[in-house]
C-alpha cells in the first residue's frame, strides 16, 4: 500500500491524558499536513510540514497540540491534557512541491484517526 | 469552511444525474476540488479544475465553473448507490491550505 497511513484509527481516552497520533505520507512527498474535522464539517486546516521545516500553525492550534516531522518522513501530532473538545477526526495528508512553473499539487488524505475524550 | 458554502443534502434516485453546487469566495483560488469521504473513512480526491477552465470531464464526472459567480458544480451521471457519500468542494488560495465546505450528503435510493 503506498497511499498516507495514519496510526491508530481510533483512539478513547479521558479528559487530561495525552495521546500522539502517526502519519506515514507518500514516500516521495516533501509536504505533510494535518487537519481536524469535527461531525457535519469539513476539515480545517492545522498544520503543515515542508520537509522537516513546520512552516505554519493554524490559530486552532492552541499550545496542548505539538506536531513533528524529525526526519521529513513520518509526522506525529501530540495533544497534552486533551479536553471533550478535542474529540474529532484528525487528518493527514500529502503532497508533492509544485514544480517552478507552479502547478497544482493534489493533497492525498490518509484514512484518518478518530478521536473521543470522555 | 465559512468561504465555502454547499448545500448539505441531496437525495437522488439511481440512475439519474445528480448535481452538487458549490459557491466559493477567493478569486484567487487557482484549482479548485471535489473530494469524497464515505463513512468512518478519509478523503478521496475525485477531481480538480484549474481556475481559467469552464469545464472538466472525466468519466461520469463534470466539473462546470463560473469564476465570474465563484460558483463551481459538480455532476455525477447515472447516479449509483456506491455514490453515496459526502462531498466537500475545497478551494486553496494559496498554494498549500485547503479550505473545505461543510459538504454535502448524497443520498442514492432505488
Known amino acids: 500500500d503506498t497511499g498516507v497511513s495514519q496510526d491508530p484509527r481510533h483512539k478513547i481516552t479521558k479528559r487530561g491524558q495525552n495521546v500522539t497520533f502517526r502519519c506515514d505520507p507518500i514516500?516521495?512527498?516533501?509536504?505533510l499536513y494535518w487537519y481536524r474535522q469535527t461531525l457535519g464539517q469539513g476539515p480545517e486546516f492545522l498544520t503543515y510540514f515542508q520537509n522537516e521545516a513546520q512552516l505554519e500553525k493554524s490559530r486552532l492550534l492552541s499550545d496542548r497540540f505539538s506536531a513533528e516531522r524529525p526526519k521529513g518522513s513520518f509526522s506525529t501530532l501530540e495533544i497534552q491534557r486533551t479536553e471533550q473538545g478535542d474529540s474529532a477526526m484528525y487528518l493527514c495528508?500529502?503532497?508533492?512541491?509544485?514544480?517552478?512553473?507552479?502547478?497544482?499539487?493534489?493533497?492525498?488524505f490518509g484514512p484518518g484517526t478518530r478521536l473521543l475524550v470522555l | 469552511g465559512e468561504d465555502v458554502e454547499q448545500s448539505l443534502f441531496l437525495s437522488v434516485r439511481e440512475g439519474d444525474s445528480s448535481v452538487i453546487n458549490c459557491t466559493y469566495t477567493?478569486?484567487?483560488?487557482?484549482?479548485l476540488y471535489w473530494y469524497k469521504q464515505e463513512p468512518g473513512a478519509g478523503l478521496q480526491l475525485l477531481t480538480y479544475?484549474?481556475?481559467?477552465?469552464d469545464m472538466k470531464q472525466d468519466q461520469r464526472l463534470t466539473v462546470l465553473l463560473n469564476k465570474k459567480d465563484k460558483h463551481l458544480s459538480l455532476r455525477i451521471a447515472d447516479t449509483q448507490t456506491g455514490d453515496s457519500a459526502i462531498y466537500f468542494c475545497?478551494?486553496?488560495?494559496?498554494?498549500?491550505?485547503?479550505?473545505f465546505g461543510a459538504g454535502t450528503t448524497v443520498t442514492v435510493r432505488a
Open positions: 477567493d478569486s484567487s483560488s487557482t484549482y
Open positions: 514516500s516521495e512527498h516533501n509536504r
Open positions: 495528508a500529502s503532497s508533492s512541491l509544485p514544480g517552478l512553473a507552479g502547478g497544482q499539487e493534489t493533497q492525498y
Open positions: 475545497a478551494e486553496i488560495p494559496n498554494d498549500y491550505k485547503l479550505s
Open positions: 479544475i484549474f481556475s481559467n477552465m
